[in-house]
Structures are given as C-alpha cells and as structure tokens.
C-alpha cells in the first residue's frame, strides 16, 4: 500500500496529464524509469515491472487534484476481502486456467481523500467528469475492473464490508485483437463524489455538495492469466468452463447445466423441472412453454411460481386442469438471437407436432423469443394460442450506447444471483464487445432484427396476447438503495429509461405489441427480475390481481 499527497512535489506526477501507479517514483532507477516511459509514450509493449497503471482525466486535461491518494503499490496474490473473494471466485469459474497457483491479482486504488475541487457544481447524470486507468497487462492477462461500494468505516474490515456493492467498469475497444499484441487496457470512470443531491428542477441532474460520503470511492482491479485468443473465442471458453464446473454447484448447475440449451418438463409431484428429450414430451396434452429472460434460466426467471411454498402457481395449473404439461425451454440470450434460439428448439423437437396449440409465457427477452416463435414460418411444431409477457425487453435503451450497457450490468449485477458469474466474465470485455453479440443486438432500439419481430404477425389469427409491465416502486429494493451512490443512480435510470420503467426496460417499451393488437398492458410495481416473485411485487391497482392470478386468469 501506497500513501500519497497529490502536489506537483509528488515524482509519480510523470506527466502534468497522468500520476503512475506503482511503486515510488524516486525509488526506481533510471533504466525502470526510461522502462516506463517507453510504455507511456507507447514505443515498447514490454511490460514495466515498477509501475502498473497511469490516471488521469479521460479528456486529457492536466491532472491536478489535491488531497492524498492511496493505492497499491504492487499488488498481491492473497485477498482477504470476502467481497474480493467472491469477485475471484467469479473469475476462477470461467476460467481454465484458475488452477494455477496464483493466478489473480488484486490491486486497489482508493479516492476517498482525494479532493476534486468539483463541489458546489451541477452536472447531467451522464455527464458526470470521468477519470482515465490505463493497466499495463501482458498480452496473455485479463482484467476485471470495478467500484467497490463499501461504508466508509468499513472497508479495510473485511468480515464488516460483507454487503459492499460490485459495480463493474468495462474497457475501452482495443485497436488491435486481444490476445496478439494488445499490452494495455484504458478504463474510463466517473468520480463518485463525497456528497450529491438532486436537482429540484430537473431529476435528471446532481449537485455535487462536498457532504461526507456514505460509501468508499474505490476501484480494484483483478488481473489473471488467462489463454491468447480473440475475444469471441475467449467468451465461448468463458462459457464452455462454467458449464464444466457448474456440474460441483447446485446454484451454477441450474443456471447452466452441461449445455445452455436444454428442454425441461415440470413435475407436479415433485414440483421440479426435469431435463428432458423430446421422446419424454408428450405432444397430445395441452402445453405451456415457457420462456425465460436475459442472463437466466427456467429456474431464474421462473423460480417465483413454483419454488416459494406460499405461491405454486405451476402446480395449480397442472392440478386445475388448466394445462397438461408444462414445459421450459434453457438457452443462450446474448450470444444468440431468438431465431438461433428457435431453430434448436426446432431440432429439439424434431417432426413432431403438437396436437392441440400450445401457450406460451416469456419474461424479459422471452417475449421477443415467444413473437418470434408465433410468427415463423419454419416453425411446423406447434401453433401458437396464446401469449402472455412479463416485462417485456421490446428494446433495452441501455443497448442504445456502450456506455448504458455499464449501467445495465450495475443493475443485473445485483438481481441476477449465479447469473453474476456471466456478468463477470463479460466484463473483461468492452462495451462495444457485448452489443455486438446476436442477443444484444436484437434488443438494441430501432435495430432491424428487433423491428422485424414487433411487426411480425402471428401465424394463427386466432392467437391472444396479454402483455404486463412493471414500473419500479420507491418501496422495492430499500437496502440496495442506500449501498451505491443513489441520487446518480436513479437520476441515471430516468436519463435513460424515463421516468416509468422497472430498472432495465421502460414502461412503454414493454406494452409494446404486435400491431394488430391492443397495447394496453396489465400494470405491476416491481423490478425486473422480481416480477413473477409476489411477494415483491405490488398488483396496480393493490386489490388487483396479483402475477400469478394474472397468468391463471389469462389461460383459464
């Protein structure tokens, strides 16, 4: 660990724009010096062994804060931070080469006692100034980098600091391909300030005020030895080794399995999901399909309805007769888009055809998976009779601009449970690098593959759709609130998403529908991820039905 009081006295100021990272200045010799600015002005991708980061501004405007900085001087292989650990663990999951003795890196740096002369002065919640961290990595490392939210009073006491927020911070584009000679990755972050309030004027402004902060402004950063591939070859890896050791974690086994893509029957009796072949589907009985949202599962998204004992909903369908059999359908959401997504199902099935139409719920980007399955042409298995949609993701304003897709992995990261370990090996990427994925794209506002979906008809004319959207509730996720910066936060979300959205997708967004249909929704107050879970939802209006009896009234 490193103290430092930020003046031009200071030798780690080796540039008026950038202050270096490492060890001190004055303690290097002058060949580790000449080392380091090689690197610094880009003549040598070698490695400088002293001095692994440079901070500025990321304008590039000289760098001139006062106050005292503290952070690591050279890093070390043994956290003891249960936070660091589970970030580890994260890592450790989707990479292949974890065994290694030593393979993470933890380095911090923390901001708390620095002084950015920015009090008293008003800024778009977008618009927030941004700090620049350029990490020196060989070009067989990766990095994950992220805020950790920790109470001021507890950060260095890792047993306290159990509850501290992770808030991811994605890397700049690369111009060359990782894994051939890409020696440096740039993050580019804006400062926490010490106090904030909102605008009266305008919600979607802060005042910065200079009050004491509540929680810690510090970045760690986690570099690890991982295999010199390109970017897609290193998420499909990433992925491939979760699914391998997710077979020893109950909790992973769910969310993954051996394969993404998997069929399940529920079982009444056991009030379970089953993986199945399509010979244990019987195509005579009057069907469900469900259909689950981004960065989840079967279990995930639909763990509401049959996992809490005081709402079965599942199971009351089964037994009233309502349906036959109920049947879930695990697969890839941002690495394939829903007609990738519905050509296995179709291989699933193979020529069999379902007697009778079958019904179809999706939560999320489910619902644009449930249109897609109505509307296909190639689709020779089933009719479709019925559409029922939670929250519907009929354009994510997040996927608009690499830099929503931060704030969208600030909001999944805390809802998505074992979902976070994909999170995670995502956010070794850029931005950029996550919106060019199939699923993401098609959630882009505006984007072809998107529009061709929302204006497709179904095939049957004869097909109902209901769709219910949720607008998040002051009352809903308290504790969440008070542990990350909550005055830019929620000025951030209505920047965003406007002010009626359930935290990821907007109000109207998620009415949307085909449109030969009436878009009047169903109204709920819930978050995104909770809207089949009813204990947190709250019905509009409150003696309205709740997500379970709307699903029972739709199809019963």
């Not at 990350?484 to 406007?498: F, S």
């Amino acid at each position: 660990m490193a103290l430092h009081v930020l003046n031009r006295n200071n030798a780690n100021f080796i540039n008026p724009k950038y202050f270096a990272l490492g060890e001190p200045w004055l303690d290097l010799s002058g060949g580790e010096k000449r080392k380091v600015r090689s690197k610094t002005s880009f003549r040598t991708k070698k490695h400088p062994e002293k001095v692994w980061a440079t901070l500025g501004w990321k304008n590039d405007n000289p760098f001139n804060p006062s106050g005292s900085i503290e952070f690591s001087e050279k890093g070390h292989h043994e956290s003891e931070s249960k936070v660091t650990l589970k970030e580890i663990g994260a890592i450790w999951n989707f990479n292949p080469l974890s065994g290694e003795a030593g393979f993470v890196k933890e380095r911090y740096i923390n901001f708390d006692k620095v002084d950015f002369n920015l009090e008293n002065k008003l800024y778009r919640a977008d618009e927030i100034p941004e700090l620049r961290l350029t990490l020196f990595l060989g070009d067989d490392e990766g990095a994950v980098v992220y805020y950790q939210h920790s109470d001021v009073d507890k950060y260095r006491d890792d047993d306290a600091d159990t509850e501290a927020e992770i808030e991811y911070i994605l890397p700049q584009p690369t111009t060359t391909e990782v894994g051939t000679t890409r020696d440096r990755l740039t993050y580019h972050f804006p400062i926490i300030p010490s106090g904030v309030d909102e605008d009266e004027n305008n919600p979607e402004y802060v005042r910065f005020t200079g009050q004491d902060r509540e929680t810690s402004f510090i970045i760690k950063i986690l570099t690890f030895k991982r295999h010199k591939l390109k970017e897609q070859h290193l998420l499909v890896e990433a992925i491939n080794t979760l699914n391998v050791k997710a077979a020893g974690n109950n909790a992973l086994h769910r969310k993954y399995g051996e394969d993404k893509y998997k069929l399940l029957v529920y079982n009444a009796s056991k009030n379970d999901f089953d993986p199945v072949e399509a010979d244990a589907i019987d195509f005579d009985k009057k069907t469900l399909l469900l259909i689950h949202g981004t960065f989840s599962s079967i279990h995930g998204s639909y763990g509401g309805t049959y996992l809490d004992p005081d709402n079965l909903i599942l199971k009351k369908l089964i037994e009233d007769n309502v349906f036959e059999q109920i049947i879930g359908f695990n697969h890839p959401t941002i690495t394939h888009n829903a007609k990738q997504n519905a050509n296995i199902l179709y291989e699933f099935l193979g020529d069999n055809r379902f007697k009778e139409p079958i019904s179809l719920v999706g939560t999320s980007r489910g619902a644009l998976v449930c249109k897609y399955l109505a509307s296909d042409p190639v689709n020779t298995n089933f009719i479709v009779d019925r559409i029922l949609t939670y929250s519907g993701a009929n354009g994510v304003h997040y996927f608009s601009a690499a830099k929503g897709v931060v704030h969208f992995f600030k909001i999944l990261k805390k809802t998505a449970g074992p979902a976070g370990k994909v999170l995670t090996a995502f956010a070794q990427f850029s931005a950029e690098f996550f919106l060019s994925q199939p699923g993401s794209l098609q959630m882009k506002p505006g984007h072809e593959s998107l529009t061709d979906i929302l204006d497709a008809k179904p095939l049957s004319p004869s097909t109902r759709y209901q769709c219910v959207a949720a607008d998040w509730d002051k009352s809903l996720h308290r504790k969440w609130r008070k542990r990350v910066p909550r005055v830019i936060l929620d000025a951030l979300i209505k920047l965003i998403l406007g002010r009626k959205n359930d935290w990821v997708v907007n109000f109207e967004n998620q009415k949307e529908a085909p449109f030969h249909y009436s878009n009047i929704p169903i109204e709920i107050k819930a978050g995104h991820t909770k809207v089949l879970q009813v204990k947190h939802v709250i019905p509009v209006p409150k003696t309205a039905p709740n997500p379970h009896e709307i699903m029972y009234n739709f199809f019963s």
